[in-house]
């Protein structure tokens, strides 16, 4: 799966090849839902804004320039990640209490929902080491394909992707960084 091919399969979307869309959705999916999963910290949270990010990019895909749909699309999931993250942080919970009172509490993502590895990966690296490591390791991208998406050099891909798994390995072992 290149960034060329799925550029490619957008082009015949657009024309009206509905197929195209199963392509495109199986070779981006992963990426989008860790993108999406590292901000709002909720699997279900995180499926439910997959899809609105699917629903989203394929509603506005006229204002798609087909040079990086991969990058386009995590923009977006990023994006709406973090407007519903941001939102639901202003919310405040409530528990109704016996003198019809209430208490309030803060907005807290539950822990027991994380992904051990990328909760570690996501507190002890930058956000693009994190998602260099989420492309290459969970998602299956190449490192030449991630250098594309991120429009770095290879050279710099390789090097954060093996300076960011020495971090989670050291701080795995518990040598902290």
Not at 17 to 38: C, E, H, L, P, R
Not at 50 to 63: D, I, R
Not at 117 to 126: D, G, N, R, V, Y
Not at 156 to 166: K, M
Request: with cysteine.
């Amino acid at each position: 799966m290149s960034d060329k091919s799925i550029n490619r399969a957008v082009e015949k979307f657009i024309e009206g090849d509905a197929k195209a869309f199963d392509y495109i959705y199986d070779n981006t999916y992963k990426i989008v839902y860790f993108v999406i999963y590292g901000i709002v910290k909720n699997r279900t949270h995180a499926q439910d804004l997959v899809q609105e990010t699917y629903l989203k990019a394929f509603k506005n895909l006229s204002g798609f320039v087909a040079d990086n749909f991969v990058a386009w699309i995590t923009t977006m999931a990023k994006n709406i990640a973090i407007n519903e993250y941001n939102k639901l942080k202003r919310e405040k919970l409530t528990d109704f209490v016996a003198e019809n009172n209430y208490i309030e509490s803060d907005f807290r993502m539950p822990e027991e929902d994380s992904f051990g590895l990328l909760k570690l990966a996501q507190e002890k690296l930058s956000e693009d080491d994190y998602k260099i490591v989420v492309m290459c390791v969970i998602a299956g991208y190449k490192r030449r394909e991630v250098a594309e998406i991120l429009n770095m050099p290879i050279s710099t891909v390789t090097y954060r992707l093996q300076s960011a798994l020495e971090i989670l390995k050291k701080n795995i072992q518990g040598g902290g960084v």
